[in-house]
């Protein structure tokens, strides 16, 4: 049972654009939502991270967009650039012992 | 810092073989983590431990062991290596405080299974 589901599998975005990737989760005991970029050969790095209780978090050009009552977040990169180019992963977590449960993953392509 | 590494970069095995995959954080967390990566799934959560001497079962278990005896290291064993354990081995390590701290990533195992 894949407790959150991710889409698309794969991204195709023209340099500039907006790059949306979105996730669903069923467990609403989940009260932490991050999403991993991975470059290939690389293990996955935290990029941004939001908490049930906002709607909303920025960080420079990636912003995560939650729904509670939906139960789905997505992540937005603004002015996507080709050195985005990666995996992104979105995850979630309950409690304190920091078991991530991992989307599919979303291959992101920028092309120049 | 060199941050979590993990040891070796690469393996072939095969099927039945056994194998040692070795995980060294310099961080001084105290929660460590194996994961396995395959394609259309995503990682998925094998073993876990939130201190020396304790770990716990993931998603995952089945066909493997850990073991955490020293505070800066997390071994995950492979007894009797099978195809379906092909995949891409992560470690990762985050410190204790709130649930909401990051896991740092090694750069992975890639294991194959003939």
């Known amino acids: 049972q894949q407790q959150v589901k991710q889409s698309p599998q794969s991204l195709i975005v023209q340099k500039g654009g907006i790059s949306i990737i979105n996730c669903a989760y069923e467990?609403?005991?989940?009260?932490?939502f991050p999403w991993y970029q991975q470059f290939p050969g690389k293990g996955p790095a935290l990029l941004i991270a939001?908490?049930?209780?906002?709607s909303e978090k920025k960080e420079g050009r990636f912003t995560i967009s939650f729904n509670k009552s939906a139960k789905q977040f997505s992540l937005h990169i603004m002015d996507s650039q080709p050195g985005d180019s990666a995996t992104y992963f979105c995850?979630?977590?309950?409690?304190?012992?920091?078991?991530?449960?991992f989307g599919q993953g979303t291959t992101l392509q920028v092309k120049p | 810092n060199a941050g979590v590494t993990q040891t070796p970069k690469f393996r072939v095995l095969k099927t039945g073989q056994s194998m040692t995959l070795l995980c060294a954080q310099d961080?001084?967390?105290?929660?460590m983590y194996w994961y396995r990566q395959d394609p259309g799934m995503g990682l998925r959560l094998i073993h876990y431990?939130?201190?020396?001497?304790?770990?716990a079962k993931g998603e995952v278990p089945d066909g493997y062991n850990v073991s955490r005896l020293k505070k800066q290291n997390f071994l995950l064993g492979l007894e009797s290596a099978a195809p379906s354990q092909t995949s891409v081995y992560f470690c990762?390590?985050?410190?204790?405080?709130?649930?909401?701290?990051?896991?740092?990533f090694g750069p992975g195992t890639r294991l194959t299974v003939t």
């Open positions: 939001i908490r049930p209780d906002v």
């Open positions: 467990n609403t005991a989940f009260d932490y």
């Open positions: 431990s939130v201190g020396e001497g304790t770990t």
């Open positions: 990762a390590s985050r410190k204790r405080g709130t649930s909401r701290s990051e896991q740092y």
């Open positions: 961080m001084n967390h105290e929660y």
């Open positions: 995850a979630a977590m309950a409690g304190n012992t920091g078991k991530l449960i």
